[in-house]
């Protein structure tokens, strides 16, 4: 495919922003990284740049720590609630594809190196999100831009597919194909990157350690001795999992998963996309209603022993991609902080101007204070995913589970919320499970791993 020139795009035609950080003069050849930290702008530059750019020549795809595109149909426990899948209403992998009209040598090879081909008949809704990122990476492919510009592309994949997706980038920028990659960190660069433009901010101040540290471990301990739920005894079991096995028509999840998690420690789940770690999350946060007919115990209760959702959701703390997804209410950050305290997708009852108090010193814990009164979807993703981790930490949960929690998080922020969660978790009767597909982001407080495998 020769070099592509973006046509039309003279320095008097573009904005401003445009002009001055060199987007509209990208040369054949030259493939660049966006970066900034969150709220720099990043986005809104690529979308100014898109307005001057011929519709049939760019791909434009964004994983701004969700699933993918945005579906305005998705909520919550829509994947979880899938035992029944109804075909009329959920396309499978190979449907959606063959809209799309592009040579077949070609698709196969995009299929085989996603390794998409064992899921064709797969239904997306079923997909975990590191198999739907795959998914749209190779849709977008099989138009054959000119100009393909990602937004956080190797979030949520596992190493070996930041790998293999490193390589064929590099591989389409041989055949002419130019990149944008837009990126908070730069923890993964093709070789065939040639330029990086950086958007400079007011960075935010270094976090202290010793001080941020010590606000987390000033919070009054609770005192469970007369909460009836909550197990007694030392190091109690949080969680046990005896034979579980997670279907979804034919395709197995989870296969014979015996775990158990006792008090105070400190998990990290780890896996290949797919290998059914959230999944398992989803079992433990009573969000999958496949669990009630597994052997779980969840604080010592057996699931579908007559313990209510809100048993169990009172003492966990929890923040996902799927959840991130779900939270399109555009409602003022701090009520998305306070939907927390009652275990909510938006809030739909008034907190107590006490609680409210709770929220904003999490706010500000997090460094996002100054949010309080901002719309959620008006936020960059980075600040949407620290609103969220406020709301899983708002009501001083002894279960804290945090699946990929510092996707689009730059590295300050990231740093922050590490240090959030180490302190936190040192704390008495404080249990830990985390999802990442990076090890640098493993806060050192981990003591335990379960790796899950492909069935």
């Known amino acids: 495919m020769p070099g592509f020139q973006t046509p039309s795009l003279e320095p008097g035609n573009l904005s401003p922003e445009v002009a001055r950080f060199g987007l509209g003069q990208l040369r054949p050849g030259e493939n660049v990284v966006l970066i900034g930290d969150n709220a720099a702008g990043k986005s809104r530059l690529v979308e100014q740049f898109l307005t001057h750019c011929p519709y049939d020549k760019v791909q434009y795809i964004a994983f701004r720590d969700t699933y993918g595109v945005s579906d305005s149909s998705y909520y919550l426990q829509k994947r979880w609630n899938q035992i029944e899948i109804d075909p009329e209403f959920n396309p499978t992998v190979r449907e959606s594809l063959s809209r799309i009209r592009c040579e077949e040598d070609y698709k196969q090879r995009l299929l085989t190196f996603f390794h998409l081909t064992p899921l064709l008949d797969a239904y997306l809704i079923s997909l975990s999100s590191g198999e739907l990122r795959r998914f749209h990476l190779a849709k977008a492919l099989l138009r054959r831009p000119q100009i393909l510009i990602i937004d956080n592309p190797f979030i949520g994949l596992d190493a070996q597919t930041r790998q293999m997706l490193s390589g064929l980038l590099d591989e389409l920028s041989q055949k002419g194909i130019q990149l944008v990659l837009v990126m908070s960190r730069l923890d993964v660069v093709p070789k065939c990157i040639t330029g990086v433009i950086r958007l400079d901010t007011q960075a935010a101040p270094a976090p202290d350690r010793s001080t941020l540290g010590a606000r987390v471990r000033a919070i009054p301990e609770k005192d469970l001795s007369q909460e009836a ?168 949960p002894e279960l804290l589970i945090l699946d990929e929690p510092f996707h689009g998080l730059d590295e300050g922020r990231s740093l922050r919320a590490k240090i959030i969660i180490e302190a936190f978790v040192r704390r008495a009767h404080k249990t830990l499970i985390m999802i990442s597909h990076f090890r640098s982001e493993y806060p050192s407080c981990i003591d335990h791993e379960l790796e899950l495998q492909h069935h």
Not at 300 to 318: A, F, L, P, Q, V
Not at 354 to 379: N, T, Y
Request: with cysteine.
């Open 229 to 396: 739920f909550y197990p007694k005894g030392t190091a109690p079991e949080i969680i046990r999992c005896n034979g579980v096995t997670i279907r979804y028509g034919q395709r197995t999840i989870l296969k014979d998963l015996n775990w158990v998690v006792r008090e105070g420690e400190r998990w990290v789940v780890s896996g290949a996309n797919g290998s059914g770690k959230s999944t398992l999350l989803s079992c433990v946060c009573a969000d999958n209603p496949q669990s009630y007919a597994c052997d779980i115990e969840l604080f010592s209760h057996r699931r579908g022993g007559g313990e209510t959702i809100w048993d169990i959701k009172k003492h966990i703390g929890y923040v996902s991609p799927e959840m991130h997804r779900a939270y399109q209410k555009n409602i003022p950050a701090q009520e998305v902080v306070a939907s927390g305290l009652f275990d909510t997708v938006g809030l739909f009852q008034h907190a107590t101007p006490e609680q409210m108090a709770v929220c904003h010193e999490w706010m500000d814990i997090f460094g996002i204070r100054d949010l309080a009164e901002s719309p959620f979807l008006k936020l960059s993703s980075g600040e949407q995913r620290l609103c969220l981790l406020a709301r899983a930490f708002v009501k001083d």
